[in-house]
């Protein structure tokens, strides 16, 4: 892809919008959203915040 | 899934180690600090100043342990394999957000000029959130112009997010899941970062000889420092950085740190485990993760990807910031970042480790409120000590004084100094050792400017402590300080700014000092190390934020800097005298330019 782009000719800027004059090559890729917090451990958690600094979640 | 190799002996050896050391540091403050106290009978106190000495010690300890560990030089070098063709499709990524587009184009200018010298074909992939349309409207034109410097269409993009959510984080896996799939590789960097082309081959040749690596993190050297405060890190962050990420890199193994930036990773791995989802509830705990290097590396080490720092690999640098408020500011973000690590504490699947490095985050932080506490604490347990009693029999004809404990204080107080004092010295040993003191301007120079930083931190730490404090009290409040933008290129601050900004320090510091004088004056001398800088504060903000001398503070960088550095001087210089707007106009933007 590095060679492909090297050697790819782009279109004037005023040809195009500066969005397509400039931006990145299109090529999806999946990135799914992790788990950091299962329903028990941020109950537990959101309680121990709420303990600690109760005016956080007044 | 991957899982991660086994720990190796050596860093499980190192790790007990080190948590040996701090305990037993930890353990002889707290028994010292006891066995004084406790002279005038035991009460809720002294278990309170225990405890809190005890915390503050580990803490010190903790530090002085790992650079201990850093001294030793390694044995074995680190693999340094040759970049195999064809080159893996390579980008380098700049999230930018309303910074000064001239300096941070330029630095690319001078990394794509670098790249091409080292051979390394890469693209570069300017990210832009930058929320001020005036602003954006001058970084597209900087960019035509950093087109026609580097003839780089085709291979230098720029893009502009109208919805920047998710902040640096959300900016980077923005780029991923439109554009991801066309790199196997890609260099992470700041917008005040710069790096050699001949760094990021033997990076990606890393990446390429052991695919089991998710990030491979460099320790970027701080450059043009030019304040006191400004040449004072940058030197710290050259002579004792390398020592301190040694011992770090030893005791975490395959589980190291991700700051951020000056960074390589593998894009499918990080896509695979670092989409950040948002916490419930509102900032400052809840929202966007603030600190998001940190837990994306608890996340490639969780899917099974190693996540190395490696800490000779030169070539690398970044900016700092030069003056107290400029740090103070960053600090204030990444204290509330920290601090909500402790909604990840618990995160499943983390290795135990990195939930111990959010642990280590969030102690970075709130060890500067315990020290204040301990403060407090030991005022008032001296108002609130009973009269000594020196008749405590009936009918006695002598009498019977406490026992001095001056002693044991006075050690536990050198023992405490010596945790943060030794440490440096014994790099200043290290550095003379592996023939590397010449770069900072000979042995007596590298003395002299050791000695002053250790004097320069003794008078700002008791300013750290406030602000850090503050920071963590407000975060406790619920008070969410955002993600102010990057103040780079701010230096001299005046008096007034100086008092503006630090006169609650020294308000604090003279009701301590008068209310310490008038109800405990046996105390006045032990705080006054404490209080001295505080009623200074503001001559100190504005004082370090000056250029005071160039003869302290030398650093190889600065001697001899570095060609991508020189490059980024020039091509800087040369833009900075020159219409960028006309030039831009040639590129082929006219619409854009100025009337």
Known sequence: MTTQTRTMTSPDATAMGMDNFAAPPSAPLDMPQQVLETRTQGFFIFNMIRLLVPRQWA | ?595
């Open chain 2, 1 to 595: 899934m991957k899982r991660l190799p086994p720990l190796d002996s050596r860093t499980v050896l190192y790790r007990i180690a080190t948590l040996a050391f701090a305990a037993a540091a930890a353990t002889i403050a707290t028994v010292l600090m006891v066995d004084a106290t406790i002279q005038d009978g035991f009460d809720i106190w002294d278990v309170l100043r225990g405890f809190l000495i005890l915390i503050t010690t580990a803490w010190l300890a903790w530090g002085a342990a790992q650079a201990c560990l850093g001294l030793g030089a390694r044995r074995r070098p680190l693999p340094a394999p040759d970049l195999a063709l064809p080159a893996p499709a390579t980008v380098v990524l700049v999230p930018i957000c309303n910074e000064d587009p001239v300096s941070t184009f330029a630095r690319i200018a001078a990394m794509d000029r670098s790249l091409a010298a080292a051979d390394m074909p890469a693209d570069i992939a300017i990210l832009s959130d930058t929320r001020d349309p005036e602003n954006a409207r001058i970084e597209e034109q900087v960019y035509l112009r950093l087109l026609e410097e580097t003839d780089g269409r085709g291979r230098i993009f720029y893009r502009r997010r109208e919805d920047n959510r998710g902040r640096k984080a959300g900016n980077i896996e923005d780029f991923i899941r439109k554009s991801g799939g066309a790199y196997e590789l890609a260099v992470i960097l700041d917008a005040d970062s710069l790096m050699e082309g001949a760094t990021i081959r033997r990076m990606v040749a890393r990446m390429q000889a052991d695919t089991d690596i998710g990030l491979l993190q460099t320790l970027p050297k701080i450059i043009n420092g030019n304040s006191f405060f400004g040449r004072a890190m940058q030197f710290a962050a050259s002579f004792h950085s390398p020592i301190f990420s040694r011992g770090l890199a030893r005791m975490q193994g395959s589980t190291g740190p991700f700051w951020g930036h000056n960074a390589i990773i593998r894009v499918q791995a990080f896509a695979e485990s670092c989409g950040l989802p948002e916490l419930a509830g509102p900032p400052p705990f809840g929202g966007h993760i603030l600190s998001h290097d940190y837990v994306e590396a608890a996340l490639l080490a969780r899917n099974g990807w190693k996540v190395l720092v490696d800490e000779t690999i030169e070539g690398s640098f970044e900016e700092g910031p030069e003056n107290i408020l400029s740090y103070a500011r960053r600090d204030r973000r990444w204290c509330q970042g920290n601090l909500q690590h402790s909604r990840l504490l618990l995160a499943p699947g983390l290795a135990g480790w990195s939930r111990f490095v959010f642990l280590q985050g969030i102690f970075a932080y709130i060890v500067s409120l315990i020290w204040a506490c301990f403060l407090v604490a030991s005022v008032l347990a001296t108002i609130m000590a009973p009269l000594p009693d020196y008749f405590p029999e009936a009918y006695q004809l002598f009498p019977v004084f406490p026992d001095d404990r001056t002693k044991e204080i006075t050690a536990l107080f050198l023992g405490i100094v010596g945790l943060l004092i030794v440490p440096k010295f014994l790099i200043l040993t290290s550095v003379v050792r592996e023939n590397r003191i010449e770069g900072f301007g000979g042995t007596v120079r590298a003395a002299f400017s050791v000695a002053t930083e250790i004097l320069l931190s003794s008078f700002l730490a008791p300013l750290m402590l406030m602000y850090q404090s503050r920071a963590v009290v407000q975060v406790l409040l619920g008070k969410d300080g955002g993600w102010p933008a990057n103040q780079r290129g701010e230096g001299k601050l005046t008096l007034w700014q100086g008092i503006g900004a630090g006169m609650w320090i020294t308000g604090t510091g003279a009701i301590a000092l008068t209310v310490v004088h008038y109800i405990a004056p046996d105390l006045t001398l032990w705080l006054l190390p404490v209080c001295v800088p505080m009623l200074l504060a503001p001559a100190l903000i504005a004082i370090t934020s000056r250029p005071l001398t160039n003869a302290l503070f030398v650093t190889p960088e600065e001697r001899a800097p570095s060609p991508v550095v020189s490059a980024y001087h020039s091509i800087h210089a040369r833009w900075q005298h020159e219409n960028v707007f006309d030039v831009a106009a040639r590129e082929g933007k006219p619409e854009h330019a100025p009337a």
